[in-house]
């Protein structure tokens, strides 16, 4: 090449970059991306203060086209070994502006690429990309992966705080703000499971809990039918003072349905009379003095604590995604404060939406109260358990707490009401009896909705016949059956929908999978096995919890893959020839990494199948950096010249598990 053609080549070059740079300062980016091509193709990279720029005009843009075309430039570099390209502030820019825009897996990869290359972005920083990853369930699930793979760099101490080199990695340690986004994520995402393994490291990094981390750890434990732990938690709720009204309501919420689900209806109806007690109290004018006072002491609500009074920006994820900062702002805060007030908001956000799951306790006077729910899960516990006596007994007790102003507005006449519209005829007779034996007048409507059930399924004859009331004579009864049409009442239909709609629950399955996971978490596994069984024994049926305890109880002790293939095979069994359990995320990525870590590549890529038939998240990034942990014998390339049938079918599933997870 002539001297003359290498001078006009570094002319049109340098121009190129120009005009580049100039697009790029215009904000012209589809001019600024065909620029950043041609200069690809001709010189490679532009400089780095001009591809810095570019990047931050694509993502201020907050278009998924640009973002996309942005991350794919950053992919190019790192593949090219360009990654010096970049500084830690523009790559979390970028983070950041595709967790707002709802890339979540693109978001995580640039973070987990800023960890490999040492440029350790802040908590105060990430902590805001996870909370809008948060907000969709793909993203919350990379969410709370990312949260315990940084965290598992500090844990037991692994990192000395007191040496300076030190401190950009402790810059980057989780803190509660990043623990709480993580867990409400999961709570809102129903990944309860992968919330429990978060919670096993909180105490292994040494990281103090807050008021809301007791509350969202309190949903979660009753998620997860953790009754003792939600037992234990209850003397720490009761002993910080910072706890609030709304809080309290939570927690107790939590702690009620936790014994719904596990059939203990003495301590169910035991809270609810000790809360109608309060609010009996409550009513009267002294006790009003009093309760306020207890209440003061306790720490009432702040304003900008109560879901109806928090401000529409800071409730408002779509107006944060709006407020995105200019990259030269973004800079500017080097400390990062804007983002950590930004996923403090959002997090704010998340809990306003689980306060928004309570339904079981409100408050009156800052005292709690039972809701017309909580009487209607009661009732059904109770009809299902057949303890109409104790039913009886029960709702008697609440009415002299809480007296309603007439007997027709009495739960126990709705009840009634109720199991006379399901057809459960015996059942609403029992109840009248045992009413009837307590010395409670009953209205004539009840009587009147009993004797027309009866007379639509022709059992009027019989019941007249026991009662020893004549057919005859009885002029009055026709009228009753044709002119009874009375609207059911609003508590009523609700009722109605409980006992006619709520599933039945398997009291022992909470009970045994309480068992299982003790055992699992302290890795006595030939105890949890035999509890397994005796479970099955007494006809309980295990489920995908007691699934999930027994597989992440394997991989924590290593080696155990048989033992794992086998329960792969019973759980198939389950799922699809019974009915009696369905697979969800949590199980099937437990189950999927221990195949991969054990070799397992036949069974691999069944469950990659299955995850991906039933459009489940799965995180490549993840199984790429353990396939090449443990595996990188099969991406040397070399084919041993002598192989067996079996040995050629496990090579032959390695290889397309590795092309799967884009080796």
């Not at 709370?144 to 990695?169: H, M, S, T």
């Not at 009754?227 to 107790?252: A, C, G, W």
């Not at 109720?418 to 005829?425: A, E």
């Amino acid at each position: 090449m002539s001297g003359g053609t290498i001078l006009v080549q570094a002319r049109d070059t340098g121009k190129l970059l120009e005009e580049l740079e100039i697009a790029v300062n215009e904000r012209r980016l589809t001019n600024a991306w065909e620029l950043h091509e041609q200069h690809m193709r001709v010189e490679g990279f532009a400089r780095k203060s001009t591809v810095t720029k570019l990047i931050a005009g694509l993502t201020e843009s907050l278009d998924i086209q640009w973002l996309e075309k942005a991350y794919k430039l950053v992919e190019n570099a790192f593949e090219n070994h360009k990654q010096t390209l970049f500084d830690r502030e523009i790559l979390i820019y970028l983070s950041l502006g595709l967790s707002k825009s709802g890339l979540p897996i693109l978001a995580s990869t640039l973070l987990r690429k800023l960890i490999e290359t040492e440029q350790y972005p802040p908590v105060t920083a990430w902590s805001a990309v996870i909370a809008h990853m948060s907000e969709n369930s793909c993203g919350a699930y990379l969410a709370a992966e990312l949260v315990l793979e940084i965290g598992y760099l500090f844990q037991d101490g692994r990192i000395d705080p007191r040496k300076k080199c030190n401190e950009p990695l402790i810059s980057m340690k989780p803190n509660v703000t990043a623990f709480n986004i993580a867990l409400a994520g999961c709570l809102l995402s129903d990944t309860t499971k992968k919330a429990e393994q978060l919670l096993e490291m909180i105490p292994r990094i040494n990281m103090k809990s807050d008021a809301t981390s007791l509350i969202i750890i309190a949903h979660i434990y009753e998620r997860n039918g953790r009754r003792e732990e939600l037992k234990k938690l209850r003397r720490h709720i009761e002993e910080v003072h910072s706890v609030t009204d709304i809080q309290l309501r939570q927690f107790y919420s939590c702690l009620l349905s936790c014994h719904l689900k596990f059939g203990d209806l003495d301590s169910a109806s035991d809270m609810v009379l000790e809360m109608l007690r309060k609010v009996k109290k409550a009513r009267n004018s002294i006790g009003v003095a009093n309760l306020v006072f207890e209440t003061e002491k306790r720490g009432n609500t702040p304003p900008h604590q109560d879901s109806t009074t928090k401000s529409d920006e800071a409730k408002n994820p779509v107006l944060l995604r709006r407020n995105f900062l200019s990259y030269e702002d973004f800079c500017y805060d080097r400390k990062f404060s804007r983002l950590e007030s930004e996923a403090k908001e959002l997090l704010d956000a998340f809990v306003v939406k689980l306060q928004g799951q309570v339904e079981l306790i409100t408050t009156e006077r800052g005292v709690l109260m039972p809701t017309e729910r909580t009487y209607m899960r009661l009732v059904k516990a109770f009809l299902e358990a057949g303890k109409v006596k104790e039913l009886v007994e029960f709702m008697i007790k609440a009415e002299k707490e809480d007296s309603p102003a007439s007997t027709d507005n009495s739960v126990l006449v709705y009840v009634i009401h109720s199991c006379i519209s399901l057809g459960r005829l015996d059942q609403a007779h029992d109840l009248l009896d045992e009413m009837r034996l307590a010395g409670i007048r009953t209205s004539s409507s009840v009587y009147n909705s009993l004797l027309k059930a009866y007379y639509q399924e022709n059992r009027i004859g019989e019941e007249m016949k026991e009662a020893k009331i004549p057919r005859n004579g009885n002029q009055e009864f026709e009228k009753i059956v044709k002119n009874n049409s009375r609207e059911e009442s609003h508590l009523m239909s609700k009722l109605l929908h409980e006992i006619k709609e709520g599933q039945t629950v398997d009291c022992g399955v909470h009970e045994w999978n309480n068992v299982i996971y003790f055992f699992c978490k302290k890795r006595l596994m030939q105890d949890a096995e035999k509890a397994l069984k005796k479970m099955r024994d007494l006809g309980h049926n295990p489920n995908a919890q007691t699934f999930h305890s027994m597989v992440t109880g394997y991989a924590a002790i290593g080696g155990k893959y048989i033992e794992v293939t086998e329960l792969w095979g019973e759980m198939k069994s389950f799922a699809f020839s019974s009915g009696l359990m369905k697979f969800d995320v949590e199980l099937l990525d437990a189950v999927l990494y221990t195949f991969v870590r054990g070799g397992f590549f036949v069974r691999a890529n069944e469950v990659v199948e299955m995850m991906e038939k039933g459009g489940m998240f799965v995180d490549k990034y993840k199984y790429r950096a353990l396939f090449l942990k443990y595996h990188k014998n099969y991406c040397k390339g070399k084919t041993p010249k002598i192989q067996t049938e079996n040995q050629l079918r496990k090579r032959e599933a390695a290889l397309a598990f590795k092309n799967w997870v884009g080796l």
